[in-house]
């Protein structure tokens, strides 16, 4: 089992950044690669970005790169997003995943755990 605890939510003003933070545990915590999705009301949750605990290679959504970056402390398993840039349309719940997959995948069905979600509101 692995259990995902997500934080630093909250509300930010257009352009603006805000880091949020998936707090991870478990047994085999190592072996997990980890993933961001977020979801906002009346659409499908959508991949936004990945990482690798092992080799530290990342993933991101078209609409968010070169504003958001993934990245890990491993020494405080926690994975963390950072938010750059912020656009009213980033306003969603944030969940944190963990995914057992060899390979890098952005579908929701390749992901084992999920956290809570935490909200990010982005006001123009």
């Known amino acids: 089992q692995v259990q995902l605890v997500e934080s630093g939510g909250g509300l930010v003003q257009t352009g603006g950044s805000l880091r949020v933070s998936c707090a991870a545990s478990?047994?085999?915590?190592?072996?997990?690669?980890m993933g961001w999705f977020r979801q906002a009301p009346g659409k499908a949750r959508e991949f936004v970005a990945q990482?690798?605990?092992?080799?530290?290679?990342?993933y991101y959504a078209d609409s968010v790169k070169g504003r958001f970056t993934i990245s890990r402390d491993n020494a405080k398993n926690t994975v963390y997003l950072q938010m750059n840039s912020l656009k009213p349309e980033d306003t969603a719940v944030y969940y944190c995943?963990?995914?057992?997959?060899?390979?890098?995948?952005?579908?929701?069905?390749?992901?084992?755990?999920w956290g809570q979600g935490t909200q990010v509101t982005v006001s123009s």
């Open positions: 995943a963990a995914s057992s997959s060899t390979f890098p995948t952005v579908t929701r069905s390749g992901y084992d755990y």
């Open positions: 478990g047994r085999t915590f190592s072996s997990y690669r």
């Open positions: 990482i690798s605990w092992s080799g530290g290679s990342t």
